[in-house]
């Protein structure tokens, strides 16, 4: 995940040993034991950092005497301290009717995270338009899944990224992909849980930022034509 070469850098931890740490099934059981937001679905086959998504976006500060345990305890905690807050509206926060396990919450935060619109409003109506999806049971097909299951960061997906398959290629695999594709700040979590509803399906944003919603695949495909500028 992100952080780990952070830590490393500043830390002089070997990369690998911190992404060892961060698979170890041993010590993942230790930390569902010890965190509430934190369950077996981080332990499901597919998916590539199990903590990825659970550590919060924070400015830490690390010494050469820290551990990888004692950065994680330190990450880990703070995320408890963002989700606090939630924590009832989380665990209560439902999609068709049936309530998201924690772990759909933050996969659903981390897709509106790395779609990342840059206000409030855009960010709960792209939530908006991903339940709109789910609800109606239509492939998620954001190419922020795709790239993060190619462990690729690129604006003009091709068709053979998406033949790619992984357990995030929402073009493959319909709802949710199979765990969080980045960290996710407080803001995105009050967003989601305030998601605002409407009547689309659709989203496209233009090169200055601003998203262009539709109801239709016909009008989603205007807004593209007419916009692409990648």
């Not at 002089?12 to 034991?33: R, S, V």
């Not at 924070?58 to 924590?87: A, C, R």
């Not at 594709?181 to 509803?197: F, M």
């Not at 998203?211 to 500028?229: I, M």
Request: proline fraction near 3%; glycine fraction near 4%; aromatic fraction near 12%.
């Amino acid at each position: 995940p992100e952080y780990a070469s952070i830590i490393s850098k500043q830390t002089g931890i070997d990369y690998n040993e911190i992404i060892q740490k961060w698979t170890d099934q041993t010590y993942l059981q230790k930390l569902i034991k010890k965190y509430w937001f934190l369950t077996d679905d981080i332990l499901s086959g597919g998916i590539y950092y199990p903590l990825e998504g659970y550590l919060a976006p924070e400015t830490y500060f690390l010494t050469q005497e820290d551990t990888i345990e004692s950065i994680t305890k330190m990450m880990l905690d703070q995320t408890q301290k963002h989700l606090e807050k939630y924590k009832t509206q989380i665990l209560d926060f439902k999609v068709n009717s049936q309530p998201l396990t924690v772990h759909q919450f933050m996969t659903l935060s981390s897709i509106v995270q790395r779609e990342s619109p840059v206000n409030d409003e855009d960010r709960q109506l792209v939530c908006g338009v991903l339940i709109n999806r789910l609800n109606k049971q239509m492939p998620l097909q954001c190419d922020v899944t795709v790239n993060y299951g190619n462990q690729e960061v690129k604006i003009d997906v091709k068709h053979t990224d998406l033949n790619k398959d992984t357990k995030y290629n929402t073009y493959k695999y319909n709802g949710l992909p199979v765990g969080p594709i980045s960290s996710i700040s407080t803001g995105i979590i009050k967003n989601v849980l305030n998601y605002k509803e409407s009547e689309y399906y659709y989203f496209f944003a233009t090169q200055d930022g601003k998203v262009l919603y539709a109801k239709t695949y016909q009008e989603h495909q205007a807004n593209v034509n007419s916009n692409k500028w990648y």
